[in-house]
């Protein structure tokens, strides 16, 4: 299993859904991972509509009320601007072992499946593909084009993760929360980190 104190990349971007970024982030900083945040201005904008957080609109403060918000411990959080070139995430030599882009927007999808890297986002997506380390892109959007599968199909030969945000309803959710939680655990999976956000199929819930 992988260190949990090794640093993992978090991108929230304008998709809806923002909840499972959040909720994410929350589950990474109780994990005691270190999260290396960034936060599209679109996505600031959905989770002013979708939540009931005030989030500050810059990224110095934002690192300030989301580490007191989900516990976290000093310099186990940063968030970065859209336009912080000098983060290190912008270099392939951060370590960083894997990049988590929750909820990630069809826009983002097709500037990370065609190397646009226009902002911090794109660039930190492009860094991971090219230093071939683990990349999972939530994608919340339905129906989706041909033009969206086609650029699925082109980040998934790269060896990205494709998660639809698509929960489950074999353990029986109870609230908005246990779909939320339903999502996470998978991708909390796939990052290779313990959890018991759900039951696990065909076993006893303990």
């Not at 380390?133 to 939530?138: C, K, Y």
């Not at 129906?143 to 650029?151: D, G, K, Q, Y």
């Not at 309803?169 to 996470?184: A, K, M």
Request: negative net charge.
């Amino acid at each position: 299993m992988q260190n949990q104190k090794s640093s993992i990349i978090l991108a929230i971007t304008g998709a809806s859904g923002t909840q499972y970024g959040l909720r994410l982030l929350d589950c990474l900083l109780s994990a005691g991972v270190d999260v290396h945040l960034m936060i599209s201005t679109a996505a600031q904008v959905v989770i002013a509509t979708e939540t009931d957080i005030s989030l500050p609109g810059r990224p110095d403060e934002q690192q300030v009320f989301l580490a007191e918000r989900y516990g976290a411990t000093p310099k186990q959080l940063s968030v970065y601007g859209r336009d912080q070139w000098t983060s290190t995430v912008a270099s392939g030599s951060n370590t960083a072992r894997a990049m988590v882009v929750c909820p990630c927007s069809s826009a983002t999808l097709s500037a990370v499946a065609n190397g646009a890297s226009s902002d911090l986002i794109e660039r930190a997506a492009d860094v991971a593909l090219k230093e071939r380390r683990q990349l999972i892109l939530v994608h919340r959007e339905m129906p989706v084009s041909a033009i969206h599968l086609e650029n699925m199909l082109k980040l998934s030969r790269l060896g990205v993760t494709i998660m639809p945000a698509s929960p489950g309803f074999y353990h029986l959710p109870q609230s908005v929360e246990d779909l939320i939680d339903f999502v996470v655990a998978r991708i909390l999976d796939h990052l290779n980190l313990p959890h018991t956000l759900i039951p696990r199929w065909g076993v006893e819930a303990q």
